[in-house]
């Protein structure tokens, strides 16, 4: 038989909190536990499975929605990798369009906070920087 865990211990094994594997459950991504008579939360190897898999898929910056897609491809022994795939690539895109975003952000910030000095003094390059980037 399947050793069953409860949500404590659950989280010290998967690195997720008790508050987010309460979340997991509510929102449908990870099935419900079964209860005791007192009303425990009690999780079997599947789930350990799936919060660990939750909690990495979280770790690369992959949605909720993401997530319970390439959680039913994990399930499901039919699956075709090419939609797997797909949707890998999405988010590769998306995290690579960011990169791209911090990089201009960061040589912007940079070149303002070059030009001050920050001294005593009240004028502010970064200030000003910042009040001509707002109205373009």
Known sequence: MDKLVTIGKA???????????????EIGVLKKASR????????NQAHIQQ???????????FSMTEIQS???????NDRESRNVKKLALSHLQEINEKIVELEQMREVLQTLADKCDGDNNPDCPI??????????
Do not use: H, Q
């Not at 200030?127 to 373009?136: D, F, P, Q, R, T």
């Open 11 to 25: 989280s010290s094994l998967t690195g997720v909190s008790a508050k987010m594997i309460r979340y997991y459950e």
């Open 36 to 43: 005791t008579d007192a009303g425990y939360r009690l999780y």
């Open 127 to 136: 200030l000003e920087g910042l009040a001509n980037l707002s109205s373009e």
């Open 70 to 76: 390439l959680l039913k491809f994990w399930l499901d």
């Open 51 to 61: 919060l660990g898999f939750i909690r990495r898929s979280r770790n690369l910056g």
